[in-house]
């Protein structure tokens, strides 16, 4: 039995149709001095962007993550929708992840790739987004999930597109084609800084105007960064009251015990300092007040 990996079609540059050729890039015919210099930008990406976001603190030591199985375009369903793409454009790997075709391409085809599956049925953009790799590949992985509600669809409706994206480089946008892209993109350019081409109103969608930053970048801290923390202040009042109003709790795991008010201990403190007796007969999580404060009611309310 082949492996996963002999299933992963790769297509080189040079079997990619002829009339392509013309249009390829001059930095296609990478020389070793340009892919070292591509190296040591990925390497300096790397060092910028640091993995900042919190990691579970304890793995099994013979825990190995579980691959999702994947398997290959012959055969499918999805066979004339790759043959159809790979005619048009050169196509990096094909193959069917979690029941849906996956075609990886160049960034600078994802326009022309959408407009060609718009046509041949698939109408919907279901989702866009990005994965943030820049930790540890100098990148972000783009992907456009597609939707056909076509009955001749039957068996091949959803299909991913993927492609990678330089931090630095900037990728056309769809929303041309697909209108659910004029907000995905803006959150995507919001949340992750990615730039889009010819978005006609390419602005922050979630955060403010002026917010510092893009929080799902992993290099970006959870608790947020010194212009996060001191947003609030710094709009109201000005930077000049920072010390007198003090930093902004953010938190959201935060117990003062000095704080009885706040974070009341069941088994301690009862309203206004007055102290809490726990029914034996009742589950702890049900307390009550203390005796001398308890009265009968005559009758309900």
Not at 69 to 95: C, D, M, Q, T
Not at 182 to 203: C, Q, T, V
Request: proline share 5%; glycine share 4%.
């Amino acid at each position: 039995m082949p492996s996963t990996a002999d299933w992963i079609r790769q297509i080189p540059e040079s079997s990619a149709p002829a009339h392509h050729t013309h249009n390829a890039p001059a930095h296609a015919l990478d020389s070793s001095a340009n892919a070292s210099c591509q190296a040591h930008q990925i390497h300096q990406t790397r060092q910028t962007h640091k993995d900042v976001q919190k990691k579970s603190t304890h793995t099994p030591r013979f825990y190995q993550p579980t691959h999702t199985a994947k398997s290959p375009i012959e055969g499918s369903a999805w066979e004339v929708i790759y043959n159809h793409l790979s005619y048009f454009f050169p196509i990096e790997r094909a193959y069917i992840e979690l029941g849906i075709a996956v075609f990886w391409v160049k960034k600078d085809d994802i326009l022309g790739v959408m407009k060609r599956l718009h046509r041949l049925g698939y109408e919907t953009l279901s989702d866009m987004s990005a994965v943030d790799r820049l930790a540890d590949e100098g990148r972000f992985e783009m992907f456009y999930l597609l939707h056909s509600l076509q009955s001749s669809f039957e068996g091949k409706r959803r299909v991913r597109v993927k492609c990678y994206l330089g931090e630095n480089e900037a990728i056309d946008s769809i929303s041309s084609v697909f209108s659910l892209a004029l907000w995905s993109e803006r959150e995507a350019y919001d949340m992750l800084g990615i730039e889009f081409l010819n978005h006609p109103k390419l602005s922050r969608l979630i955060m403010p105007r002026d917010w510092v930053g893009h929080p799902l970048r992993r290099s970006y801290p959870l608790q947020g960064d010194e212009s996060a923390s001191w947003y609030e202040i710094d709009k109201i009042f000005g930077k000049e009251y920072r010390e007198v109003v003090g930093k902004e709790q953010r938190d959201s795991t935060r117990v003062d015990e000095k704080n009885p008010r706040d974070f009341s201990r069941i088994d301690a403190i009862g309203e206004e300092g007055e102290g809490l007796y726990m029914d034996a007969a009742k589950a702890l999580f049900v307390k009550n007040i203390a005796q001398a404060k308890k009265t009968l009611l005559p009758k309900r309310k």
